[in-house]
């Protein structure tokens, strides 16, 4: 069973802490995402990785960093959490051509 | 400015009626399209997925029409029953490498 591993359900943070979200995958993909979603506005791409510390900006990548050292591990970084980067936090990972990505099952971030 | 805007917000449907979801992108170079499918609590999972040299896509209930020139897409949910009540998400992706960009999502509840 395939499978996208985040290390936490919820967290919560205080404003200005340094916060790191984990992502394993299982399945040997090249490509990982990470994604906030918020109501109304659906899934937004904050930063995505096509291999081994190569990585792209999505559409929202101010105040967040990643790494990603290895392919099955691919981190969001929070440099400084502020209260407007409370979300849900979803990793995903896929092959390189178009194909299903696989999500798990997410992150709910408080910033307090 | 979202890159695939999605209509309607919401949606609700009696059983046995037929959902339909449309979205809309401006990017030529999105060569695939894809439709997820998000139940609460839960990461979203691929559904039914199109490339732009069909017009049409059927799997079971689910079907995937797309209008290339008019760089327009759209689900349809036939016989529509409570367990297809869930938060659906259209996507796009340039051609060559899996970048996924969402819409904003439509929540759907069937009525019984």
């Known amino acids: 069973d395939v499978k996208v591993t985040q290390s936490s359900r919820y967290l919560v943070k205080r404003t200005g802490e340094k916060v790191f979200l984990e992502c394993v995958q299982d399945?040997?993909?090249?490509?990982m995402f990470w994604y906030r979603q918020d109501p109304g506005l659906g899934l937004r791409l904050i930063y995505f990785s096509y291999d081994v510390k190569m990585k792209e900006k999505g559409d929202i990548p101010e105040g967040y960093s990643v790494s990603r050292e290895k392919k099955e591990r691919f981190s969001l970084i929070l440099e400084s959490a502020s209260t407007n980067q409370t979300s849900m936090y979803l990793c995903?990972?896929?092959?390189?051509?178009?194909?299903?990505?696989?999500f798990g099952q997410g992150t709910r971030l408080t910033v307090v | 400015q979202q890159q695939v805007k999605q209509s309607p917000q919401s949606l609700i449907v009696q059983k046995g009626g037929i959902s339909i979801i449309n979205c809309a992108y401006e990017n030529t170079a999105f060569d695939y399209f894809p439709w997820y499918q998000q139940f609460p609590g839960k990461g979203p999972a691929l559904l039914i997925a199109i490339r732009p040299d069909v017009s049409e896509k059927k799997e079971g209930r689910f079907t995937i029409s797309f209008n290339k020139s008019a760089k327009q897409f759209s689900l349809h949910i036939m016989d529509s029953q409570p367990g297809d009540s869930a938060t659906y998400f259209c996507a796009a992706s340039p051609g060559g490498y899996n970048k996924l960009i969402f819409g904003a999502g439509t929540r759907l509840a069937v009525h019984p």
């Open positions: 399945m040997d993909h090249e490509n």
């Open positions: 995903a990972s896929s092959l390189p051509v178009d194909t299903e990505a696989f």
